[in-house]
T-cell receptor, first 109, second 111 residues
Framework: GQNIDQPTEMTATEGAIVQINCTYQ??????LFWYQQHAGEAPTFLSY????GLEEKGRFSSFLSRSKGYSYLLLKELQMKDSASYLC??????????FGAGTQVVVTP | DAGVTQSPTHLIKTRGQQVTLRCSPK?????VSWYQQALGQGPQFIFQ???????QRGNFPDRFSGHQFPNYSSELNVNALWLGDSALYLC??????????FGSGTRLTVV
């Protein structure tokens, strides 16, 4: 089957680090995206990995291991505005995105 | 530079009715995809349009249909609405292997 799994919810304190894991089983893998989505709003692009390894962009980093079907998004120096849903999405051939159910991150003072 | 524009932002329809949602892609983008996002879930792929043709389709019934116009804008039509069609409908545009830009969505409520 084709599945993308990520935790439902994570809670962390302002200033801390949180790691959101994503595992996938899918055919036709053509890259993995991470998006941030605030309630009722559009998903906004955070990162894209197509090769194995770590991609760093400011406070956000993303890692991919294609052989393990595994990715994570690392959020550092958490801020209250980082409270949102984080979506892991696999890109298939021809550009279709398959999303996980999302991880709700709650940042507490 | 305008991003992806969707209209309307909110819509309430009665079960059995038909609805049309509209999407204008980001300037320079030629491919439009539609997604359905139920509350608390990730977006689910409905279909993708490129060169005015449906290129890919997800696991949605024929009640869901679409169209792409020569200016790359797109419409999503849903016939015989069910209560379960209530969701946020997202449009995403792209060009070649570039990333995707999402619109803010249309919140459809079926009563």
């Amino acid at each position: 089957g084709q599945n993308i799994d990520q935790p439902t919810e994570m809670t962390a304190t302002e200033g801390a680090i949180v790691q959101i894991n994503c595992t996938y089983q899918t055919s036709g893998f053509n890259g993995l995206f991470w998006y941030q989505q605030h309630a009722g709003e559009a998903p906004t692009f955070l990162s894209y990995n197509v090769l194995d390894g770590l991609e760093e962009k400011g406070r956000f980093s993303s890692f991919l291991s294609r052989s393990k079907g595994y990715s994570y998004l690392l959020l550092k120096e958490l801020q209250m505005k980082d409270s949102a849903s984080y979506l892991c999405a696999v890109r298939h051939s021809w550009g279709k995105l398959q999303f996980g159910a999302g991880t709700q991150v709650v940042v507490t003072p | 530079d305008a991003g992806v524009t969707q209209s309307p932002t909110h819509l309430i329809k009665t079960r059995g009715q038909q609805v049309t949602l509209r999407c204008s892609p980001k300037s320079g983008h030629d491919t439009v995809s539609w997604y359905q996002q139920a509350l608390g879930q990730g977006p689910q792929f409905i279909f993708q349009y490129y060169e005015e043709e449906e290129r890919q389709r997800g696991n949605f019934p024929d009640r869901f249909s679409g169209h792409q116009f020569p200016n790359y804008s797109s419409e999503l039509n849903v016939n015989a609405l069910w209560l379960g069609d209530s969701a946020l409908y997202l449009c995403a545009s792209s060009f070649s292997t570039d990333g995707y830009t999402f619109g803010s969505g249309t919140r459809l409520t079926v009563v």
